[in-house]
């Protein structure tokens, strides 16, 4: 699947599978301001621009792109009344039902005394619930030794920015994609970076 | 428990064998796991094959034996109780040990013994770690190796028989010895071998006031005072309550006077004395003298009360002896106030006098006569054991310089250390062909003997003792003896070629010979009853005949001594050496229980100091720990020195309990003693006085003696009078829980405290508190689940001295419990602060959080590790380990050993029970019980209108409740309840 | 890329934002200059500093593994004063912790730039912070063999639960999830860091960040979604940045001893922890912009505006302490009136006017922009502020405890030389962290610095357009 060469700088290898359907081609830019007119442009002209790969986020692209606003929060907002009604429970449970006894002449339900460990649980889990939805969402997970990682161009995180159009598309012209990558003064084209 | 089998001969057997009644003494050894007596060890001999077991040898017996029949009264795990007498003192207070699997784990007094009705002191209480000591002698010795038995009572005999033929004398030393049948033992023991001297090595010895009534009467009479009958008294130096002759006896007697003070008027109580003794910090007005002053104070109440009193040929002979007194204002009105009111209480007025010095005893004696105390307040009692022609360190000294002395034998004293010229006492016993040193453990005087015999423990032997006319007490092993050691009056009838040579077939037959038995009761059915109760009445002789006194001899020493008083003012610093609380004369002062108990007044534990006047501080720039030298004559002494508000200015108080066996020989300061007639004298007059430079950071349990004017502990000046204590909040922010009977509380009656400290023993063995050591105590970390606060109060140099018991309050509300993450502490239904050792994780929050800072921490592992130290285990209690936190917790294993008698005998409402500090203390001023019982200790004393909770404004809901002191006083300006305005909580 | 530092003289006092990347940095030469220090030798500085660090570390080990074995008598503590060093460390160290999460989470929300450049290194800070926190609770435990005890976990001895009331308690779940979250925020914010590095490392540096970076390719969407993570790790860190010194507060505030019994110790113990928090940061910062040469992304206007906030937080604490000091008189509760007198006046007087010193007088001196921008003035302070902090903790912890209700139990405590040990080894700890993350990961955070020099660039270009 993953077709780039790390430290191919120039030249895109390749594609061992030439499928000319399914091919997702890269522009590389220098520039942030260039990548994000460039994708208007692209758009434009009805390519598809499938992703940019950028160093730093930029933002505004996601409009562009289309894309839809993320649903983490409600991740965060679940994950954390899930874990502080299971907190409270819990110590209310303890406190009354299980192991009830006279700590200090207080009350066995002593709501005032549970609160900082609810609050401390809404917190935990909320937490771990949106950095795990994260990762889950986008994949995010070790990699083994073996495992590539799908980048545009190895330059990418670093000062580099992947357009990736994708080829997949009735109208998609290659001659018209070349002008308009000549037009935007695309720095590099990295041919059928990604082959589906 | 209801029924309480205090020996182990039971009347049914008392036809039996004489083997039949040896309660324990010849079980098996403790370690074997077994209690199983003798007579039960002969039970089970039938059983089977196990008869070639040696049941009396005490090599370890590997056989495990079936406890089918089990000894009477004795079930595995359970204790049973065994009268006794205490062997730690002269008083020889009637004892109660528990005994659990055939050793003793706990002392406590005898409440059937009339003079202490359950109290026993510290030193009592202390006695059982003695026994366990590991380093007491184990086999007897010759030249300084072990030996055996048989070798030791050989040479002895042939070594007697050597000297009778050479026409050597024989010497034999005792201390004062209190039992009937050792004396008659020694008597016949030395006759015809030489001569018996009994020494009496403590300050307050009860000689002198004999040797005034001696001068005074021609014979010997004791003056004993009966405190049901006094009103007002004044004590010169006499520490009645604290380190004096009997203190649990005369504490009784004392705080039950006390308690009546709302029907029968205040006892009053004046004390005058140069060092603060307890009974000082008890006295309801103190007035510090040093020795000078005392004397002369005593010549001038004796004027001022001939003065007042009906002209009389005494009076006017009196009041002419004295005439030779110098004037000083303050010391004459302060003799004109004391007069008035002894007169006034004229026949329930009493002076007693703890002084070496022999007119000050004649002046006392004559005060006691003029006021008519004699035979109202004062008893004149025939001493017991007066039979001796010659006593006392005097004639020990004389006896020592004799040519013609050929071999001494001590038994259970050490006159090497306790005489100022120990080293030469030395150096003379080991020049005697024969020197023999009876003693439980090693001492410089078995240091200086060839051979020695070591000793059973008192729990270990058999014995009787007599302290009053009226009974006999018992003394029986508690425990079969743990070493090879043997009763130390058993070596005499070794030694004399006796029929019998088991002590207790002695002392039997001496009982049958000689105590009068009532009439148509069998010798074994008497003595079996007598050893289940402890003691035996004796018929008493009528009291003493009105003595015919002549004053010829007293008036001349009046007037000598008018003469040479010296003007007020004089600034000559005298060293006062004094007995204190915990270590007396030092004969436990190896108990650790003992070094760890801190000095009530000064709060010094583990070392000696000298205890020294603000003002003589502040002239010469001494702060506490500062190391003195004190120069007497040639000798010095160096020790670091405690500021003790209350010292009179002139004299330097020192401890002589100090310097024993492995420690600074330089802590004796009975080096310093000098002769005063038979007796020691207890004040030298110091040559001089300086800081060394050093200083050190002494073991005190308190640093800090004043209430910072907090309104945590209270006095009054009438019985009634209440405190103003500040209000309770009133509202709380959680309902109350619901209080089911029993709720335990304790109250605790500060005008019964006296501070001695039993309690604090008490509480340490009855619950393995670990002892942390000198260091320990440098660091501020004792274990004390019960300590005594002291407080000074009023005016900075002679103020008032307030002992307040703090242990765990067990807070109803308590803030300790919230802390704690891991639930280790929590509150019980019957409203005690419970403690799950082995749920604790240390985290030490809940000490921080605690107001009373009770709780105690196991900073390191101070388990006992001896196996001879560990046999003092309470098995009812857990040992704590490293890490943890501890506490009072009311002693809860009794609680629950009463709760499952009570469920069993099915015995409604609350069951009674006794915390160990309770049981033990002298004054009962604790009480313990069911708050919910309206009729109960706790509801009355509540209700008392001296009843206080300390920092019961925070809302914690303490459960101890204490009275406040009374300071009879005649204005209400004594109220010196250091906060006296409540405030908000 | 040159870097140089522009003279402050030669600036304008006027300009009300400092530039906060100075030179002309581009992309390429942020990577560079940000990746130098992970990709040549260590210095011999560094060499020096570790090693140095590293045996304060195996010192304190070896104290704390003594003191495991022996037990807690090692300390000076006593009966009447139960916590001395450790909590006093504890409650230090925590509090040192906050700045981290305050750069990176408050100043995340409130929009604040300048965080870019510190608040990696800051967040850094906070975890090894924790991490030295965490150790003192534990090791403070008379048997810390059984400390997980204090975790909610089912077992054989049937219902055998914790006391949820207990402020300790509250501390294991507030230290513990402030960990995890801190921890979390400053991993999630190194992943686009991390794959950076890992696209220009080779060998098995490559693959340990291959490893570490979780395959990040930079994509917008995924993109889309940090921002957004980071946005409500940012809003779940800021109250709890507040929570836990709050909860830590909760120790000493709900307990009934005098000087602890405060309810002004949350906001207190909340400001007194940015106070000190920021001062740790402006320490380190100092140290690490010179060593590794970072003067271009930490600039003095970075620490010029962490002065400032040191100034406002030191204020902050000095009219707490006066509060404290009025409330006390003003209660008149006479245990609480003596508690503040004893502080001020009792055998620890020396350390409260120290604190006093420190904490309230010397940031003062940041009134002055002279000071703000003397990077002298600013690592003198910022060190005396610390040690001010400190000396907080420790006289509220030990002198409340050496004279509570009863004289009769008063005492004193002096440390023992396992307690300083075990202190020196914490710090030992600390700086151990700190070193290898400096070597190791990216200090300065490339995706955010090079997102406001884009920011910069369209502001200067919009702004050439006008």
């Not at chain 2, 006569?369 to 004062?378: E, F, Q, T, Y």
């Not at chain 2, 005489?419 to 200086?448: K, N, W, Y």
Request: glycine share 8%; aromatic share 8%.
């Amino acid at each position: 699947m993953l077709t780039t060469e790390p430290g191919g700088v120039t030249t895109a290898t390749a594609p061992r599978e030439w499928s000319p359907t399914r091919r997702i081609h890269a522009l590389i830019f220098s520039d942030p301001e260039r990548t994000v007119q460039a994708v208007r442009l692209l758009k434009s002209r009805n390519f598809i621009v499938v992703d940019v790969h950028t160093p730093f986020p930029i933002h505004g692209l996601e409009e562009e792109l289309g894309l839809r606003p993320t649903r983490l929060g409600v991740v965060t907002l679940v994950a954390g009344i899930v874990g502080g009604l299971i907190a409270l429970w819990f110590q209310i449970w303890v406190h009354t039902v299980d192991w009830p006894i006279d700590i200090g002449g207080k009350d066995d339900l002593a709501l005032p005394g549970l609160v900082p460990v609810t609050f401390e649980m809404i917190v935990l889990a909320a937490a771990l619930a949106t950095v795990f939805g994260l990762l889950w969402r986008r994949g995010l997970y070790p990699r083994l030794e073996g495992e590539r990682v799908a980048l545009p161009h190895s330059r990418v995180t670093d000062d580099r920015f992947a357009v990736l159009v994708d080829e997949r598309n009735a109208r998609f012209d290659p001659r018209r994609f070349v002008e308009t990558c000549r037009e935007l003064e695309v720095e590099e084209v990295i041919e059928g970076w990604k082959v589906q | 428990m209801n029924e309480r089998p205090w020996t182990t001969d039971s009347p049914s057997d008392a036809s039996g064998s004489s083997s039949r009644d040896e309660p324990l003494a010849a079980g098996l050894a403790p370690e074997d796991g077994l209690a199983v007596d003798r007579r039960g060890f002969l039970k089970v001999l039938g059983f089977g094959a196990a008869a070639s077991l040696a049941a009396c040898e005490r090599v370890p017996v590997h056989h495990v034996l079936p406890f089918t029949i089990a000894p009477e009264h004795v079930r595995a795990g359970l204790p049973v109780e065994y009268a006794g007498t205490c062997t730690a003192c002269e008083a020889r207070c009637g004892l109660l040990a528990t005994v659990r699997d055939g050793r003793p784990i706990k002392l406590e007094g005898h409440p059937d013994d009339p003079r202490t009705r359950g109290g026993l002191c510290a030193v009592g209480q202390a006695d059982l770690r003695a026994l366990y000591d590991p380093d007491r002698l184990r086999a007897p010795t010759a030249g300084g190796q072990p030996t055996s038995w048989t070798a030791l009572d050989q040479t002895v005999r042939r070594q007697l028989d050597e000297l009778r033929e050479q026409g050597l004398s024989f010497l034999v030393v005792t201390g004062r010895e209190t039992s009937p049948t050792a004396r008659r033992l020694i008597e016949s023991f030395v006759t015809d071998r030489g001569q018996w001297i009994e020494i009496d090595l403590q300050p307050q010895s009860p000689q002198a006031p004999i040797e005034a009534y001696q001068t005074l009467t021609g014979s010997r009479l004791q003056p004993v005072v009966d405190w049901s009958q006094v009103d007002q008294v004044v004590s010169f130096s006499s520490d009645y309550l604290g380190a004096g002759a009997d203190p649990v006896a005369n504490t009784r007697g004392v705080a039950d006077r006390r308690r009546q003070a709302k029907e029968r008027g205040a006892l009053t109580h004046v004390q005058i004395e140069g060092s603060r003794s307890l009974t000082g910090a008890a006295a309801d007005r103190r007035l510090a003298a040093n020795a000078d002053e005392r004397r002369s104070l005593a010549l001038r109440l004796l004027g001022e009360v001939a003065a007042r009193t009906s002209e009389s040929d005494l009076a006017t002979s009196l009041k002419a002896a004295l005439s030779g007194l110098s004037e000083d204002e303050v010391a004459t009105r302060r003799a004109q106030t004391l007069a008035v009111e002894l007169l006034a209480a004229g026949p329930k007025g009493v002076v007693v006098c703890g002084d070496d010095d022999p007119t000050e005893q004649l002046a006392v004696a004559a005060i006691n006569h003029m006021i008519g105390a004699v035979g109202r307040s004062l008893r004149l009692e025939e001493p017991l054991f007066e039979s001796r022609p010659r006593s006392g360190v005097g004639a020990l000294r004389a006896a020592l310089a004799d040519e013609s002395l050929g071999g001494i034998l001590t038994i259970d004293v050490d006159p090497v250390r306790q005489l100022s010229d120990g080293e030469a006492v030395a150096q003379r016993i080991a020049a005697l062909p024969l020197s023999v040193a009876i003693s439980a453990r090693p001492t410089a005087t078995t240091r200086a003997c060839r051979l020695v015999a070591a000793a059973h423990h008192g729990l270990e032997c058999w014995g009787d003792h007599q302290r009053t006319a009226d009974r006999l007490q018992i003394q029986q092993p508690m425990i079969q003896p743990l070493f090879e050691s043997r009763a130390p009056y058993e070596n005499l009838l070794q030694w004399s070629g006796a029929d019998a040579t088991d002590y207790r077939t002695h002392l039997k037959e001496s009982w049958e010979a000689h105590v009068p038995r009532p009439e148509g009761v069998g010798f074994d059915q008497f003595w079996h009853e007598s050893v289940a109760a402890g003691a035996t009445a004796l018929p008493v002789s009528e009291g003493v005949a009105s003595p015919s006194f002549d004053w010829t001899d007293a008036l001349a020493a009046f007037r000598r001594s008018a003469a040479a008083v010296p003007a007020p003012a004089t600034s000559v610093l005298e060293l006062e050496l004094l007995a204190e609380v915990a270590l007396r004369d030092g004969r436990r002062a190896h108990v650790p229980w003992l070094r760890e108990l801190p000095d009530p007044l000064t709060r010094v534990s583990w070392v000696p100091v000298f205890r020294i006047s603000p003002a003589l501080a502040e002239r010469q720039g001494i702060e506490d720990g500062d190391e003195l030298e004190v120069q007497i004559e040639e000798r010095s002494i160096r020790l670091p020195a405690r500021i003790l508000p209350g010292q009179a200015e002139g004299v330097v108080g020192m401890p002589i309990g100090y310097g024993g066996e492995g420690e600074d020989p330089a802590w004796n300061a009975y080096r310093l003693t000098t002769l005063a007639g038979e007796g020691m004298k207890w004040t030298v007059a110091i040559t001089s006085l300086r800081k060394t430079g050093a200083h050190e950071k002494l073991p005190l349990m308190q640093v800090w003696s004043s209430t910072e004017g907090r309104p945590i502990v209270y006095q009054v000046s009438k019985p009634d009078e209440a405190v103003h204590a500040p209000h309770h909040p009133a509202a709380s922010l959680w309902k109350d829980r619901e209080k089911k009977s029993p709720q335990w509380h304790m109250s605790i009656d500060l005008d019964a405290c006296t501070g001695c400290g039993a309690c604090v023993v008490a509480c340490q063995v009855e619950n393995n508190i670990p002892v942390v050591g000198e260091q320990g105590m440098r660091d501020h970390r004792d274990m004390h689940w019960l300590r005594i606060d002291r407080y000074f109060m009023g005016e900075a140099d002679d103020p008032d001295v307030l002992f307040e018991p703090m242990m765990c309050a067990q807070c109803d509300h308590a803030p300790c419990e919230t802390v704690c993450p891991v639930t280790a502490t929590a509150h019980s239904a019957d409203g005690l602060n419970q403690q799950a050792y082995n749920r604790c994780v240390g985290t030490r929050y809940c000490a921080n959080n605690c107001p009373y800072k009770v709780r105690r921490f196991n900073w390191f592992d101070y388990r006992p590790k001896d196996p001879v130290e560990q046999l003092v285990l309470n098995p009812e209690v857990v040992v704590r380990s490293r890490g943890v936190m501890e506490k009072c917790t009311f002693c809860v294993q009794r609680i629950q050993s009463a709760r499952l008698t009570a469920r069993k005998s099915d015995q409604p409402g609350a069951p009674k029970v006794q915390t160990a500090c309770q049981q033990s203390c002298p004054g009962a001023a604790i009480r313990f019980g069911d708050a919910t019982d309206p009729e109960g200790d706790i509801a009355t004393d509540r209700h008392e209108p001296r009843a206080f909770q300390v920092l019961a404004e925070l809302g914690i809901e303490p459960s101890i409740t204490y009275l406040a002191r009374v300071r009879n006083r005649a204005s209400s300006e004594a109220d010196s309840s250091s906060g006296s305005k409540p405030h908000g909580g | 890329m040159a870097v140089t530092e522009v003279p402050w003289e030669q600036r304008t006092e006027a300009a009300a934002e400092e530039p906060l990347l100075t030179g002309t940095p581009t992309f390429t030469s942020i990577t560079r200059d940000i990746s130098a220090p992970l990709e040549r030798r260590a210095s011999l500085a560094w060499w020096v500093a570790f090693l140095v660090a590293l045996s304060m570390l195996g010192l304190g080990f070896w104290l704390v593994v003594d003191t495991i074995r022996t037990g807690i008598g090692l300390w000076g503590l006593n009966r009447t004063v139960g916590w001395g060093f450790a909590i006093t460390n504890f409650v230090f160290w925590v509090g040192i912790g906050h700045a981290g999460t305050a750069i990176s989470a408050i100043l995340l929300l409130l929009r604040q730039r300048f965080r870019t450049s510190i608040a990696r290194a800051a967040e850094a800070m906070t975890i090894f912070a924790v991490m030295c926190a965490g150790i003192f609770p534990l090791i403070h435990m008379g048997r810390p063999w059984l400390a997980m005890w204090v975790f909610p976990y089912p077992n054989s001895r049937g219902a055998l639960w914790l006391n949820f009331r207990s402020p300790l308690l509250w501390d294991v779940f507030a230290i513990g999830t402030y960990f995890t979250v801190s921890l979390l925020f400053w991993y999630v914010g190194l992943v686009p860091d991390l794959a950076t590095v890992r696209d220009r490392a080779s060998g098995i540096r490559k693959r340990i960040y291959g490893w570490l970076s979780l395959g990040w390719n930079g994509s917008t969407r995924t993109w889309q979604r940090y921002e957004k993570a980071c946005l409500l790790l940012a809003g779940l860190a800021t109250p709890l940045v507040v929570s836990v010194h709050t909860v830590v507060s909760f120790d000493f505030a709900t307990s009934v001893i005098p000087g602890w019994h405060t309810t002004i110790f949350p906001p207190y113990f909340v400001v007194g922890a940015l106070f000190s928090g920021f001062a740790m940061v402006m320490t380190l910062l100092i140290i690490t912009r010179r060593v590794l040469h970072l003067e271009a992304f930490i600039t003095v206007g970075h620490l010029q505006a962490m002065a400032k906030i040191i100034l406002a937080t030191g204020s902050l604490v000095g009219v707490a302490y006066g509060t404290e000091l009025f409330m006390a008189w003003y209660s008149g509760n006479p245990y609480e009136r003596f508690t503040f007198f004893n502080r001020a006046f009792g055998p620890y007087a020396w350390a409260y006017w120290l604190m006093v010193f420190c904490n309230v007088i010397v940031p003062q001196i940041f009134w002055s922009a002279r000071a703000r921008r003397s990077i002298a003035v600013l690592f003198t302070a910022s060190i005396l502020v610390n040690v001010g902090m400190w000396f907080e903790r420790f006289n509220i912890v030990a002198t409340s405890l050496a004279r509570d209700f009863l004289p009769s139990s008063w005492s004193h405590y002096t440390p023992s030389w396992v307690e300083v040990g075990i202190l020196l080894g914490s710090f030992g700890l600390f700086f151990t962290c700190y070193l290898l993350f400096v070597r190791f990961a990216p200090v300065i955070s490339y995706h955010e610095v090079k997102h406001t020099l884009a920011e910069q660039q369209s502001g200067d270009s919009e702004h050439a357009h006008d």
